[in-house]
Each structure stands twice: as C-alpha cells, then as structure tokens.
C-alpha cells in the first residue's frame, strides 16, 4: 500500500543554517513526487516536484530536492534558510503512470527559523 | 488571476446543524477535492470530483455531503452525522493533465463547534 513518512513533526534552525526535511515513501510503481509549502491560516502551495528525467529538483525559491529511488525518499533541502521559510512542509506522493486521482500527503513537519 | 476560492474563512456550527463550506474555482480544472487538515495529521481526503454530476468518497466521508452541478463549484456539506467537525478545511483542484500540475489549493475554511 501507498504511505508517506515525514521522519520528523518540528524542525527547529537558526537562520542562515542548513536544513534537511526528511521525505520517505512506499510503493511498488513509479511515483510522482511534491513538496507544498502551507504558511498559517493558508492553503498549500506547491513547491517543486519531481515527474521524470533529473533527480535533482529545484524551487525559485532556493530549495531543492532529490528522488532516491533506491532509498525511497525526497528529502528537501537548503543550503541556508531565512526566517521568511517559517512553515509546514508536506511531502506527497502520486502513484502510477498516469498518477492516480488520489494523492498521499505526509503528516507535515513544521519548520521554525530563529532569529 | 485564476483560483479557488473558499468561503467563508472562519465558520462556527452548533450542535446538530448543518453547514456548507463553498469552494468556486475559475482554473477551468476538471477535477476538484476536498481534504481535512487536522494538527499533526497531513490532509485526508473527504471526497472528489473529476468530472461534473460525478463525485466519490474519500477515506472519510462519513459524516460528509458534496455536490458537482457545475464545474466551477464543489460545495461541502458538514452535516450533524459528523461527530468531530472541528478542523481546517481545504479545497482543491487539478487540471487534465491531472499528476503533472499538482494540485491548486484554497485557502482554507476553520470550522469550529461552539
């Protein structure tokens, strides 16, 4: 069965630091991949996402992740946050060629930048 | 500028009554969803839509109602049948390249029982 695993609820940086929010799934078909960003009282929006071709993707916004197909993850990263990135994150998987018409989305992991 | 828009943002129902959270979306997007968001939980999905006069139940529908006579529209109706409605509530939709685009969201309706 289809699930999606945010390996961590809050993750809590300093501003210009590093951050990795962690993104593993099950299937047994080839996925569709998203990041969406919620900021609060909002709807999500979508971040970046991985379809096909490059592992590697990346947001206009300075974030970037990569599909592990072998390790079952997309892990979304960067490489020096702002406090402006305060949020939830959702990871969310599609299934199947022509992507289902139902997605799984993560539980979320709440990111908080300090000042 | 295309999008969904939800109303209202904040909802209040007392016991036993019924409630309609709109969704309108002018994205002429085919399919329409509506989730719930409770804290620490992700979204679940309520029920879709991928096609006017056509909708299916989510994984929790109980409790729920919706309606799709018009592409533009996906009313949710919370009835009394719904024991625990306090939550956020998101509407969503997907064009027809249905996986490519992800979805567009609303932004949002808090329904709280008073």
């Known amino acids: 069965a289809q699930s999606v695993t945010q390996l961590d609820s809050q993750v809590p940086v300093f501003e210009e630091a590093p951050v990795e929010l962690r993104c593993n799934y099950s299937s047994s078909v080839s996925v569709y991949l998203f990041w969406y960003v919620q900021y609060p009282n909002q709807g999500l929006q979508l971040l970046l996402k991985y379809l096909s071709g490059s592992t590697l993707v990346e947001s206009i916004n300075g974030f970037e992740a990569e599909f592990n197909k072998s390790q079952t993850s997309f892990h979304l990263r960067k490489p020096s946050v702002h406090i402006s990135d305060t949020a939830e994150y959702f990871c969310?998987?599609?299934?199947?060629?022509?992507?289902?018409?139902?997605?799984?989305f993560g539980a979320g992991t709440r990111l908080f930048v300090k000042a | 500028d295309g999008g969904i828009t939800q109303s209202p943002k904040y909802l209040f129902r007392k016991e036993g009554q019924n409630v309609t959270l709109s969704c309108e979306q002018n994205l002429n997007h085919d399919a329409m969803y509506w989730y719930r968001q409770d804290p620490g939980q992700g979204l679940r999905l309520i029920y879709y839509s991928q096609i006017v006069n056509d909708f299916q139940k989510g994984d929790i529908a109980e409790g729920y109602s919706v309606s799709r006579e018009k592409k533009e529209s996906f009313p949710l109706t919370v009835t009394s049948a719904q024991k625990n409605p306090t939550a956020f509530y998101l509407c969503?939709?997907?064009?027809?390249?249905?996986?490519?685009?992800?979805?567009?969201f609303g932004s949002g309706t808090r329904l709280t029982v008073v």
């Open positions: 969310a998987v599609s299934e199947g060629s022509t992507g289902g018409f139902k997605t799984i």
């Open positions: 969503a939709s997907r064009g027809a390249d249905r996986v490519l685009g992800g979805y567009t």
